[in-house]
């Protein structure tokens, strides 16, 4: 039977050619009364595995100049400001985050301007929080590992827009729990529940994935019919595990920040109440 996961994900419309270059394997889950169940995975939901000796370009930046041309050439772009104590790392991010673009100085006129005063790997955004730093010689118990989930976990939006290629980001992260807003564009409302959507996902960051679902798009029509969901029943907050295949819905009424906190504090403190089981994943309601 295939998994909760690999339903969704064939529901959410993300495109054929993309499914079948991943191939399935088979696992077993333990369930509290012991019986073993037989399911299908799709490593598709893993992050994306690269040759480690594929080689990869990092932009050499000598001075100001140089450095704002390369943070503003893209949404999303990596600076070093690197010694030579740390380059190793940096070359072990670079080769592990291959979507994006890597700049690197060793200038202290540009460490100046950017007011840098340790090692830093830093994320320039052209949205929310616009940059993000990890000071190498600052944090202790660093590592390349650590400083590669720091990169994946910020440059993020604080809010995804969900379509078949924002689809591959959302279930490559390491990030299981994923809280939907589901309403169309076209509603007069949609601007405010965004924009306290995206206030409360700055609580969240790294812990959950904030995702907007418009249901003007005709594919993400089959996101409502996952949940269950009607045209009446919008707008709705849902969420979604992608390592246990929990489905919660929060319960009608007006979503606030109040209320849209609460609900994810309540997932991460609690174990959801099931109130009803589908015949491929739970369904609770808060």
Not at 57 to 80: P, R
Not at 241 to 266: H, K, P, Q, W
Request: with cysteine.
């Amino acid at each position: 039977m295939l998994s909760c996961r690999v339903l969704l994900y064939l529901l959410l419309h993300l495109t054929l050619s993309l499914v079948q270059a991943q191939e399935e394997v088979e696992v077993q889950d333990v369930d509290e009364n012991g019986e073993v169940n037989t399911r299908m995975k799709n490593p598709l939901f893993g992050k994306p595995k690269h040759k480690k000796d594929d080689s990869r370009t990092v932009n050499v930046l000598k001075d100001i100049a140089t450095t704002e041309e390369f943070i503003n050439s893209s949404d999303v772009t990596i600076m070093g400001f690197i010694k030579v104590c740390e380059a190793d790392i940096f070359h072990e991010v670079v080769k592990n985050v291959r979507a994006l673009s890597f700049g690197l100085t060793p200038s202290e006129v540009v460490w100046k301007k950017y007011n840098v005063t340790e090692s830093t790997i830093s994320i320039f955004k052209k949205y929310d929080e616009k940059r993000a730093d990890y000071e190498l010689g600052v944090i202790t118990g660093m590592t390349a590992a650590k400083v590669v989930e720091f990169v994946n976990v910020n440059e993020m939006r604080l809010v995804t827009e969900y379509n078949d290629h924002n689809a591959i980001q959302i279930f490559g992260s390491h990030i299981p729990v994923h809280i939907l807003l589901i309403v169309n564009k076209s509603a007069p409302e949609y601007p405010t529940l965004l924009e306290i959507f995206t206030t409360v996902a700055r609580d969240y960051r790294g812990t959950m994935i904030f995702i907007h679902v418009d249901t003007d798009m005709k594919s993400n029509i089959r996101v409502m019919a996952f949940f269950s969901l009607k045209h009446e029943n919008l707008p709705s907050v849902c969420l979604y595990n992608t390592l246990t295949d929990d489905v919660v819905i929060m319960r009608a009424g007006e979503i606030s920040a109040f209320r849209i906190r609460g609900f994810c504090n309540e997932y991460i403190g609690v174990k959801p109440r099931v109130i009803r089981n589908a015949p491929q994943y739970n369904r609770a309601a808060w």
